[in-house]
């Protein structure tokens, strides 16, 4: 069986939507499922996926369930399996219960733009990253910090191998016309 991912999504207020998202692993013994938390600004993704091209936009934050876990001493390995689809409804229940248990402050954490502002601050260590943050930024009314990153990008295409730096020159490009700001 190849990997499946299967995402559900809950909105936490306005345009911030909490995700959950379930990898489903085929192994030897049966099916290992790892739940991925993620929040995600719809204004800005669907900017960022315009700007870049593609076809749906990237998540602002996200995490493993089985790291959160283990950040709070709970767990180790893998920690949903199922071998039996009789085992499913009891292996939905578990990772229920984790989420609501333990995922519920990662939610909380992220649920302004602001928080996402602060996270992608945090983590702006890629282009994508970096152009979230110029997104964000822009969204939030803070036009400087946004055009200082776009600035930045700008820099890195020129660095970047060529099928990279196309990318973030259409983005770089994209933002502007949209926002309707000038270049360097």
Do not use: C
């Not at 990318?167 to 770089?172: G, N």
Request: glycine share 8%.
């Amino acid at each position: 069986m190849d990997d499946e991912l299967v995402m559900f999504s809950k909105q936490i207020h306005g345009d911030i939507h909490a995700e959950l998202g379930l990898d489903i692993i085929g192994k030897d013994f049966g099916l290992s499922l790892n739940p991925v938390l993620s929040v995600r600004h719809t204004g800005v993704s669907n900017l960022v996926a315009q700007f870049y091209g593609f076809d749906r936009g990237p998540s602002a934050v996200g995490a493993s369930l089985s790291d959160i876990l283990r950040a709070a001493g709970q767990g180790s390995g893998i920690l949903w399996t199922v071998e039996e689809r009789s085992e499913v409804p009891a292996a939905v229940a578990k990772i229920l219960s984790d989420v609501h248990q333990y995922g519920s402050s990662f939610y909380s954490r992220h649920s302004s733009i602001a928080d996402l502002i602060k996270a992608l601050e945090a983590a702006a260590i890629t282009s994508l990253n970096s152009a979230q943050l110029a997104v964000s930024y822009m969204v939030a009314g803070q036009i400087p910090e946004a055009l200082s990153i776009l600035r930045r990008l700008e820099h890195l295409s020129e660095t970047q191998p060529a099928l990279l730096a196309r990318q973030t020159v259409r983005f770089v490009s994209s933002f502007r016309e949209h926002f309707n700001v000038e270049g360097k």
